[in-house]
């Protein structure tokens, strides 16, 4: 049998075999195993992502930038949040399906998402959809606004106000990257980000520029470094 797979498929294979193995008593090396080689995700700068919320003019779509940037969502978590979901006075999101995960539940938000989202809900009601009738947080003409579209405008802005494609998950990366880079520990961004595997979050173990100073100077002396 011809098994053909991504490198990472393989290796879950490769240890599930060998773990089986150790249980049974028996113990030996798996070797042709392809090596992972983690892609660092394209991000975008703070800069950037300040530039492109300031140049989307429809608040709703503003709001949904900064939301999916400052709680790193996935755009699958953006999609099924509901009115009822939002904390305005404490400026948190409940996402209710990681009740059962080690993830936070609550997430919080800046203050200028707030203040996006405060004018969204106002137009929103002006526009008569009203939180009974459709308790999705974004809408669209149909309803509950899609993936698909979002991901749809989120292209057309990013190549207009920044000249390159952006996705909603470039989104989460810059934030999760923009995180380490402030020192966040891996631990906590597990949490942050709601990963359930920790190697999934080693992607973003490489030291910044800055981080890689600060430990070359704990182990160096002053006046070597």
Same mark, same amino acid.
């Given at each position: 049998?011809?098994?053909?797979? +991504? ?10 075999? /060998?773990?089986? $193995? ?6 030996? /090396? ?14 975008? +700068? /703070?800069?950037?992502?300040? $530039? ?5 003019? %429809?608040?709703?779509?503003? $709001?949904?930038? *900064?939301?999916?940037? %400052? !709680? ?10 509901? !009115? ?18 080690? *993830? ?5 938000? *800046?203050?200028?998402? /707030?203040?996006?989202? =405060? ?27 899609? $993936? ?7 292209? =057309? ?16 990366? @810059? ?5 380490? %880079? ?31 100073? @600060? ?11």
């Amino acid at each position: 049998m011809c098994i053909r797979d +991504s490198p990472s498929t393989l290796n879950i294979v490769a240890s599930a075999i /060998k773990k089986f $193995a150790e249980i049974n008593g028996e113990y030996f /090396k798996i070797t042709n195993v392809p090596q992972i080689n983690q892609k660092v995700p394209d991000i975008l +700068s /703070k800069e950037e992502i300040d $530039a492109l919320i300031d140049g989307i003019k %429809d608040i709703r779509d503003k $709001a949904i930038v *900064s939301l999916l940037y %400052d !709680c790193a969502l996935r755009i699958s978590e953006l999609v099924n949040l509901n !009115c009822s979901d939002i904390d305005m006075e404490n400026r948190l999101i409940f996402l209710e399906h990681r009740k059962k995960s080690r *993830s936070p539940q609550k997430i919080p938000f *800046s203050k200028r998402t /707030k203040a996006l989202l =405060e004018r969204y809900l106002e137009e929103r009601d002006r526009r008569g959809f009203d939180k009974k009738t459709f308790p999705e947080l974004f809408v669209g003409v149909g309803g509950r606004l899609s $993936a698909d579209g979002i991901r749809r405008n989120l292209r =057309e802005y990013g190549l207009r106000i920044l000249g390159k494609r952006v996705q909603p998950h470039m989104l989460r990366h @810059s934030r999760a990257s923009h995180l380490r %880079d402030k020192g966040m520990s891996l631990d906590l961004l597990r949490e942050f980000l709601g990963h359930r595997r920790v190697d999934t979050t080693l992607i973003y173990a490489r030291l910044s520029p800055t981080e890689l100073k @600060s430990r070359l100077e704990e182990l160096e002396s002053e006046d070597e470094w």
